[in-house]
């Protein structure tokens, strides 16, 4: 079946109705819901608003894994009776406008579905994209999911851009049934009781930009926008201790316990200039740590032949004809600092690979 085209109208209303849920997903506002279950695969949220019972009600899903991906069912709102699954995502391109496009839904033991849906135009301070898809009828879509999925994918243009292994959809479906029949959810954790349990926490932020440099007169280079190639060690004395163990036995444990596991943090890339932020933060000692590709451009050679040099009648030698090339070549660098945060701080970062400086001692 072709998939049915979202009319100028409709995608302008989705792009109106939807951008607001878009941008607090990546504002990481505090007033993302609360905890519906949690389990490996990450977290389900219910957001409900006060004062509009059954309207705005979203089911959230955010992936625990390093690239936090989302996906959310988003109910019928007082501006519009349309619901839609919004996903998010560090490949999801973000387009000036809301964009119309084809996208192929591929999931374990299913055939490829085809769907017409939107790349939407929100960003925020998450990075990524945003991938929007109307569902006419959010109950009877929500009925067609499976409580679990492994590794489903989508694919807008033959590119893999989004993909997310989730469980637990039975328990958010319950929620978002009773969301949108008017009932309050009273029970669950909020979001930051929620993060409480998997990572310290406290009122201060550190924020920065990231960037290697491999010469003086060298473009700056930055990790990719959307991507998680910052990351924060919380080194507290509980961490360096297990740390220390760990090294005196000279091999890493084939599982890192919950409460060390705690101390690792990874930062979404939020521009183009490298920029990251972390918050919530006890006061401490951290170890920013980045690790990202950069471009090297080197100089290639190839002696493409000989040319006989004579003095008169008299053979003197030989040159070599040589051709250069320029080619850019990919390499990856990894670079740390050490900084110490006091309570409720927020503290500015440049965390770089410099040659500044560094005309005598750095290799």
């Known amino acids: ?51 509009s019972p059954g309207k705005g009600c979203v089911a959230r899903f955010t992936s ?37 496009v084809t996208l192929e839904l591929q999931q374990d033991g299913l055939p490829p579905a085809t769907m ?39 694919r807008v243009g033959g590119v893999d851009v989004f993909g997310l292994s989730y469980d637990g959809l039975d328990q958010a479906r319950s ?19 929620a993060t409480s349990e998997i990572r310290l926490m406290g009122t201060g932020a550190i924020a920065g930009t990231a960037f290697y440099k491999g010469a003086v007169l060298a473009k700056k280079q930055y990790p990719p926008k959307g991507s998680q190639r910052v990351g924060l060690i919380h080194m507290s004395d509980e961490f360096k201790q297990w740390f220390e163990t760990v090294k005196q036995s000279q091999k890493m444990p084939d599982r890192i316990p919950e409460r060390i596991a705690k101390h690792f943090m990874f930062a979404t890339i939020l521009d183009d200039h490298g920029g990251f932020r972390f918050t919530k933060l006890p006061p401490g000692e951290y170890l920013l740590i980045a690790d990202f590709s950069y471009k090297e451009t080197v100089t ?17 030698g030989s040159n070599d004809q040589v051709a250069y090339w320029f080619e850019d070549v990919k390499k990856n660098t990894t670079f740390s600092k050490t900084v110490h945060l006091k309570d409720g701080e927020t503290l500015q970062v440049s965390l770089d690979k410099s040659m500044l400086g560094c005309f005598f001692i750095c290799r």
């Open 116 to 154: 017409r849906g939107a790349l939407m135009a929100a960003g925020g301070s998450k990075g990524g994209g945003f991938l929007m898809v109307p569902a006419g009828d959010l109950k009877q879509t929500m009925g067609s999911m499976r409580p679990r999925e492994t590794g489903m994918n989508v």
């Open 1 to 51: 079946m072709k998939p049915r085209r979202l009319t100028p109208a409709l995608l302008t209303l989705l792009a109106a109705t939807f951008g607001f849920t878009a941008q607090a997903i990546a504002a990481g506002t505090d007033d993302e819901g609360r905890l519906i279950t949690r389990n490996t695969d990450g977290a389900w949220f219910l957001q409900q608003p006060e004062g």
């Open 64 to 100: 625990a894994k390093k690239d936090q991906s989302q996906l959310a069912l988003i109910g019928p709102t007082a501006q519009s009776p349309t619901a839609a699954i919004l996903m998010h995502g560090p490949r999801i391109a973000t387009p000036p406008a809301a964009q119309e």
């Open 300 to 316: 290639r050679s190839e002696v493409t032949g000989r040319t006989d040099v004579y003095a008169g009648n008299q053979y003197i």
């Open 175 to 193: 929620a978002m049934l009773d969301c949108l029949a008017g009932k309050r959810f009273t029970g669950g954790k909020s979001l930051a009781e």
